[in-house]
């Protein structure tokens, strides 16, 4: 009572009679002269809880988890510095710690989205990914921060901090008048974009020469960078670009340690080349139903699988499957120590989860973070969050879209994708038909892109690949910007049973494409809305690359806004050669004046607003007609839709069947009911 008459009920009393604030008892630092405010006796209270990310120091205090085995002396008593970790260093340490593909690892092992690397915003905890050594040169009208990092060119002198280290607001070159709620920015005349982009000059590419094969393994250069889409052989002495990645496998009987992704990084030099050590080995086993019995009943008498087989002892341990994925992010702790996320966990093992970019959570919206714990029978309690994309959403930056027939800002489409076939294994990829992405595996696209209609079935999936946030047409385009266009190969194919093609007067035109590898999304990924209602009216936006009346295709991506045309004045409008295409799922869209899309949209997304969102309501099917036994632009018709509410059960039926991993029929046999 004394203590709180001298120093009041929010203040420490030191030994010696100072008052500290209370934040500042037990923080690792001595705030007391007498260093009483970091004793055992004082940090030892029950009421002194650390936060689940802090680190208790031996004598009770509560630090940031980060700090421990930093090299410097955060707690009084150095505790944080003495643990087993810190014999190691940071970078052996780091070593270990596997980030997936398209993740960025930071130097204290954390693991971020690639595309948050030198952004302006720091995203490590130890603001590795905006220094100077990670960030290069920018491309022309972005600015670079003085460490490297890249941002537009018009968040430089506008009053925000947008570089991690304040230069894109430097008072050198920024001058600011203010006179209304409108800032003005002035550049002086030596800082003029002219002169900006007349000095700028490209970074010189960055590349490492191929390392030796190891021993008792080989590596391969990763499939995607392969013509293959194959891990595929290199020859010694090739020098490969930055950003380039090798896998490495050891011989049967070896065992690989370290990571088997290896990256040429930004200096030109391969990180962590792991090696195949330690003989093992490999016992076949052939387990019946009854030893399965037998060593389920073992486990739950003994809790465990240790047992003895013919002299070797086989040890099976339970554990958790990873809850780190393209759409969730985990932070793992056992035993109160940090552990990673990335592949199976031990039992009483705790992560927090939450969702990451362009993700959301069904379960618990109100809550960003969840933590679940791993149970001894390997299984996640309570039931983990389920991240699902952020559908229909355009950047807070995008302006309203544009009007008929210019050219795309690929911000105001984030879910359009590119159709390509292959008309021989060695042969180009060709632009085929648009597409439209709703899952981060699964996109939409019309049924007459990808059909045979000689021979009425399913063209080869293997010879249709897909690419987003493209501007040209080009698979292979120089012009492409790596850090936007994301390509993939069509692994399966589902178009309804019924559908017939031309014969069959185009009706279910519709297919869904599956990709080997699922997108990651991002402000500029991002999948379009699935509505089960249809709203008859209003003005939707397609994007393509179109035609002209000579037959030839734009090389450049356009978009164009076409509004609903009721069925009435869709069918006033047609003879009877074209009246039989206006199936009971279409819908026509667009205009008879010259202006109607061409055969360039095919297959592309109709997409309307609704709200503040945007919704898939229907797939280009039907912009070009037959004439002389050719195809030519058709501009002075309405485009026909199909409509995307009339096939939303069949839809929802191929995504459950797709993620309860049932295997799903062939064609012949996939679907039979299609209601209108």
């Known amino acids: ?138 491309r022309k009208l972005l600015f670079r921060c003085n460490y490297g990092a890249c941002i537009d060119g018009n968040l430089q002198c506008d009053g925000i901090i947008n570089c991690a280290d304040g230069s894109d607001e430097d008072p050198k070159f920024c001058t600011k008048t203010v006179t209304s709620p409108i800032s003005i920015i002035s550049i002086p005349p030596s800082k003029s974009i002219a002169s900006t982009l007349s000095t700028w000059i490209p970074k010189q590419p960055i590349y490492c020469l191929v390392p030796p094969q190891p021993a008792n393994g080989k590596w391969q250069l990763y499939k995607t960078q392969c013509q293959t889409q194959e891990n595929c052989d290199v020859q010694q002495g090739v020098q490969l670009y930055n950003g380039a990645y090798l896998v490495y496998t050891c011989n049967p009987g070896y065992k690989i340690s370290g990571s088997p992704y290896v990256l040429c990084d930004l200096e030109g030099k391969w990180l962590n080349i792991p090696v195949c050590t330690g003989k093992i080995y490999i016992l076949n086993i052939v387990v019946t139903k009854n030893v399965l019995t037998f060593l389920y009943l073992y486990y739950t008498l003994t809790n465990t699988f240790d047992y003895f087989l013919n002299g070797y002892i086989i040890i099976l341990e339970i554990r958790c499957k990873s809850l780190t994925s393209a759409s969730t992010n985990a932070i793992c702790t ?30 618990f919206l109100s809550k960003p973070k969840i933590e679940v714990k791993c149970n001894k029978n390997g299984q996640w309690e309570p039931e983990p969050i389920k991240c699902i994309p952020v559908c229909g959403v355009l950047t807070t930056s995008t302006k309203p879209l544009i009007i008929h027939g210019n050219v795309v800002n690929i911000s105001l489409l984030p879910w359009h994708a590119t159709l390509y076939e292959t008309k021989s294994p060695d042969g180009p990829k060709e632009f085929a038909c648009g597409a439209t992405i709703i899952k981060d595996n699964l996109l939409i696209t019309a049924a007459h892109c990808v059909f045979d209609e000689k021979n009425k079935k399913i063209n080869d999936p293997k010879k249709y690949h897909i690419a987003t946030g493209n501007i040209y047409r080009d698979y292979d385009s120089p012009l492409h910007d790596p850090h936007f266009v994301k390509k993939a190969q069509v692994e399966d194919i589902y178009i309804p049973y019924n559908y017939l093609g031309l014969e069959g007067n185009y009706a279910w035109d519709i297919a869904l494409l599956k990709i080997d590898v699922p997108f990651v999304f991002s402000t500029l990924l991002l999948p379009a809305c699935l509505d089960p209602t249809f709203i008859e009216f209003g003005y ?21 806004i076409l509004p609903y045309v009721p069925l009435n004045q869709c069918k006033s409008a047609s003879n009877a050669q074209s009246e039989k295409f206006i199936m009971p799922d279409k819908f026509c869209a667009g205009y008879t004046n010259g202006t109607s899309i061409c055969d360039g949209y095919g297959g592309g997304g109709l997409v309307f607003q609704t709200g503040n969102l945007w919704f898939l309501r229907g797939i280009v099917s039907i912009g070009v007609m037959p004439s002389a036994g050719s195809e030519y632009c058709y ?29 799903l029929l062939s064609c012949h046999h996939l679907y039979h009911n299609i209601f209108f």
């Not at 802090?54 to 150095?78: P, S, V």
């Not at 990673?340 to 966990?345: A, I």
Request: glycine content about 6%; charged content about 20%; hydrophobic content about 25%.
């Open 540 to 560: 939707g936006i397609v994007a393509g690359f179109s035609r002209s009346t000579f037959g030839t295709s734009s090389f450049i991506l356009h978009s164009t």
């Open 1 to 138: 009572m004394q203590q709180r008459r001298k120093c009041g009920i929010e203040k420490f009393q030191c030994d010696n009679g100072d008052c500290i604030r209370n934040e500042f008892l037990c923080d690792g630092q001595a705030n007391c002269k007498d260093q009483s405010d970091e004793t055992q006796s004082a940090c030892s209270k029950p009421q002194l809880i650390c936060s689940p990310y802090a680190f208790r120091c031996n004598y009770g205090a509560c630090i940031d988890g980060d700090l421990i085995c930093n090299g410097k002396q955060d707690c009084i008593d150095n505790s944080d510095e003495t643990l087993v970790r810190c014999l190691y260093s940071v970078q052996n340490i780091t070593t270990f710690i596997k980030c997936s593909i398209n993740q960025f690892k930071c130097d204290n092992g954390q693991c971020i989205d690639s595309e948050r690397l030198c952004n302006g915003n720091v995203d490590c905890r130890d603001h590795s990914d905006e220094t100077f050594s990670k960030c290069g040169s920018c």
């Open 635 to 663: 501009s002075y018709s309405y485009a026909l839709n199909t409509r995307i509410s009339s096939h939303i059960d069949w839809i929802q039926d191929i995504i459950l069947r797709l993620e309860s991993s049932n295997s």
């Open 334 to 363: 056992y035993n109160g120590e940090w552990t990673v996320c990335e592949s199976p966990v031990l039992p009483e093992t705790i992560a927090s989860l939450n969702c990451r970019n362009g993700y959301q959570d069904t379960i």
